[in-house]
């Protein structure tokens, strides 16, 4: 039986949207740079890891890896999958989501329609 190994999110600027979700999610961080990685960027002519085109953001908790990778075209309709975020009390947290550079889309009875700053959607509800 298969098991979960990376949600992926395909986006111009891996580093930033990565930086973003690792904000965004409790228990995340981007993952850290070794010799091994940065001598593999090198070898790619990437000197900068702004610059890198896959960042992989890894749960302390255990939860799925977020795996974000450059892509050449834009975003051009509505996501076909997208997380669901739950939090205790949703209008803060769609505040400090603001203000990491997300964009409300629209709000509803029981949850808030938000994108990233790549404008890739998530639904954030109330609960614990």
């Known amino acids: ?3 979960l190994r990376d949600i992926v999110f395909d986006c111009a600027h891996p580093a930033a949207t990565a930086r973003f979700w690792a904000a ?3 228990g995340y961080a981007v993952a850290p740079y070794d010799d091994e990685e940065l001598a ?22 255990g939860g799925p ?3 974000f990778q450059r892509v050449p075209e834009g ?6 999958v997208h997380p669901d975020l739950r939090a205790a009390d ?8 603001t203000g990491l550079g ?9 949850h808030v329609l938000l994108a990233d700053p790549e404008g890739n959607e ?6 614990t």
């Open 75 to 80: 975003k051009s309709g509505k996501n076909r």
């Open 65 to 67: 890896r977020l795996f």
């Open 1 to 3: 039986m298969a098991r």
């Open 90 to 97: 949703p209008e803060a947290e769609t505040e400090r989501l």
């Open 40 to 61: 593999r960027l090198r070898a790619l002519g990437i000197t900068d890891v702004e610059d890198d085109p896959t960042v992989l953001v890894e749960s302390s908790m």
């Open 122 to 127: 998530f639904c954030l509800f109330g609960g």
């Open 102 to 110: 997300a964009t409300v889309v629209a709000r509803y009875a029981d």
């Open 24 to 26: 965004a999610l409790d």
